[in-house]
């Protein structure tokens, strides 16, 4: 008797346990989280606040679901904070998830930090996930190589800056990535497209100086929430500037002086390499790249003759300058297939000689990618280049150097 009563005691706490479990709420995984990372600690910090404001503007034209989450990190100095933007009651609003002392945003395990709160939460496990990232850029160019600032800057406690090498750390520690954008200059590279190919399906930022506006969040926010929606993503982007371009008024609000944006197909980012490669096999001697430097288009309007002069060069222009006619037009079906580029016919320029500022240029002939071109084979930063995946991939050293 004594046994058949504890076996129904024991029956009794198991349904006791089962019932209990069933009213614990298991997070399942939603259709797709944004994290927008602001490293704005920064003489940029000022244009913050009207990307925020068209954020919410976009959030309650464009209602998020429950299933989609936006979440902001912002960081303008002080105290930073981690939150998500929400549709409720007819209006977006904030939800602070984490707040952070005083801290340098373009540091490693600070921006793992950031990373791992947001991606390895469950509440934000996702279906799928796209990365914006905000801040002075500088292409592929490593820190503390002279005037160079790879990907976000924090001036808070100095001058902070992060390399490629460590974004990709953090990437590392990040789910896949539908898209990543990034709203900061110079950054659409094929040597930062390449080497973070892996990391995302579709690769989005400027080949040129951004706008001090940056991307028009409230235009491309729909797109952000479709997966596989980089292309109309870049194309809402431009429209916003194309459609107030008035090269004949210096303004920022609106700005009217164009804009640059261009999308990389990652999963065609290898046969690109192959194909330039291949192309590269077929130039009889070494290329000049003083010669080239000088034919070339070249994005970055700052002063060339400053020894700490690096410039970003049109891509698909060097190579119709290296190649035969047939050799390059069977390279630029590969490029094209990899690249959407839109464009306004001039862009701006902030880069002065110390007296003038360069303002207005044409982008007439340009492609959307760069590629590095060095003053000569012994140049500072042709060492660091070698390190990049696409010198390898790409048969560079047939350039000569």
């Known amino acids: 008797m004594k046994g ?140 503390p190589l002279p005037s160079s600032r790879w990907i976000g800057q924090d001036t808070g406690n100095g001058d902070n800056r992060m390399n490629l090498s460590e974004f990709k750390q953090v990437l590392d520690a990040a789910p896949h990535f539908d898209f990543i954008l990034i709203d900061a200059c110079f950054m659409q590279s094929i040597e930062v497209a390449y080497e973070l190919r892996n990391y995302t399906d579709y690769y989005i930022a400027s080949p040129t100086e951004t706008p001090g506006t940056g991307a028009p969040y409230d235009a491309i926010l729909p797109y952000m929430f479709k997966k596989g929606a980089a292309k109309q993503l870049a194309e809402a982007y431009y429209n916003v500037y194309e ?19 261009c999308v990389s197909e990652t999963a065609r980012l290898e046969t690109l390499a192959n194909a330039t490669r291949s192309a590269l096999q077929t130039v009889s001697a070494p290329l000049d790249c003083a010669d080239l430097r000088r034919e070339v288009f070249n994005y970055d309007q700052r002063s060339t003759s400053s020894s700490l002069y690096v410039g970003y060069y049109d891509l698909a222009d060097i190579m119709q300058e290296s190649l035969e006619e047939d050799v390059y037009a069977g390279w630029k079906r590969a490029f094209d297939d990899a690249v959407t580029y839109y464009t306004t016919p001039t862009n701006y320029s902030a880069a ?20 590095y071109l060095p003053s000569s084979p012994d140049a500072a930063a042709c060492e660091p280049y070698h390190t990049l995946e696409w010198y390898s991939a790409a048969g560079i050293a047939a350039m000569g150097w």
């Open 4 to 143: 058949k009563l504890f076996a129904w005691i024991c029956l009794l706490a198991f349904l006791v346990s089962c019932e209990q479990k069933s009213d614990i709420i298991i997070p399942t995984p939603g259709e797709k989280t944004v994290l927008v990372y602001l490293a704005a600690d920064n003489n940029i910090g000022r244009y913050v606040q009207s990307d925020l404001d068209e954020i919410m503007r976009g959030v309650k034209e464009n209602p998020l679901s429950v299933s989609q989450h936006l979440v902001i990190y912002d960081d303008r100095g002080g105290e930073a904070r981690l939150y998500e933007v929400v549709y409720e009651d007819g209006k977006a609003a904030e939800k602070t998830i984490k707040t952070y002392p005083d801290r340098n945003s373009a540091g490693l395990d600070e921006t793992l930090e950031v990373f791992n709160d947001v991606f390895n939460n469950p509440l934000y496990e996702a279906e799928s996930y796209g990365l914006v990232y905000w801040s002075h850029a500088d292409g592929w160019i490593p820190y």
């Open 352 to 371: 002065s000689d110390g007296w003038t500022v360069v303002g207005n240029f044409s982008m007439e002939g340009t492609h959307g990618v760069t590629h």
């Open 243 to 261: 459609e107030v371009y008035n090269p004949d008024r210096i303004s920022d609000s609106p700005w009217t002086m164009g804009a640059a944006i």
